[in-house]
């Protein structure tokens, strides 16, 4: 019963590269970068590091590292200022990381899509193998 | 004009964290694993590797790595079947894995939720920075 697993050749051609969800930015689907990126589109003035740092539960390190990834790839500007006797730092969204996220986040939606469509689907009774297959 | 940039301490404690998102399961959240799971979650049944291996766009290489991350965090399992003269191998969620993969599609949701919010409030023409920023 092994033979009527696979797919027929036309179906396989089909269906080539319906996962790979290219449009997944791998410097954006990142789960700090994501809550990073998140906060900076719904701050769009800008948020000082030590708020950002707080929206997103990271350490001081793990957050520059991030910015510093981000900046590089032009999604975010980071700005220093000295005055009041301290520095700050403010980091912001610029309109390019604008642009990348939201087409990250299109692509996001069609995950979703498809997962919910893919919930509706799975039924966790069939769960039983036809003879001749092996657990590994 | 720096100081104003700042969060208040009240309005701090209370978006702690809010952009942590801790529901975005490491093992899941990763493009290659997003499409195996995506796939199988499609196919209740199961999938061929080379089936699996078309729809994802992966190298042998790189599914088998990505099937054992899954495997080994009991999300999927690997069934092997040497009928018919040749050797297969069947790929299937696992009852954890299709729970798992739902809360994190709920994660994916809320990400996709809080970015459509924030896309809406963004406005790029407020670009300026007020005197006493420096740009690094």
Redesign the interface.
């Known amino acids: 019963?092994?033979?009527d697993?696979?797919?027929d050749e036309t179906k396989?051609n089909h269906?080539?590269?319906?996962?790979?969800?290219?449009g997944?930015d791998?410097v954006l689907?990142?789960?700090a970068r994501?809550?990073?990126m998140?906060?900076l589109?719904?701050h769009?003035?800008?948020?000082?590091f030590?708020?950002l740092k707080?929206?997103?539960?990271?350490t001081d390190g793990n957050l520059s590292r991030h910015l510093q990834t981000l900046a590089e790839a032009s999604l975010v500007?980071?700005?220093?200022?000295s005055?009041?006797g301290r520095s700050?730092t403010?980091c912001r969204?610029t309109?390019t990381g604008?642009q990348r996220?939201?087409s990250y986040?299109t692509a996001?939606?069609r995950?979703?899509r498809?997962?919910?469509?893919?919930?509706k689907?799975?039924?966790?009774e069939?769960?039983s193998?036809p003879s001749?297959?092996?657990?590994?």
Do not use: P
């Open positions: 019963m092994g033979g697993k696979a797919m396989r269906y080539s590269g319906r996962f790979a969800y290219h997944l791998r689907h990142e789960k994501l809550g990073i998140t906060s589109m719904t769009a003035d800008g948020l000082l030590n708020d707080e929206l997103c539960s990271l500007e980071i700005w220093k200022s005055s009041a700050q403010l969204l309109e604008c996220f939201a986040v996001l939606e995950v979703v498809d997962a919910a469509a893919a919930e689907g799975w039924d966790a069939d769960g193998m001749g297959w092996v657990a590994t």
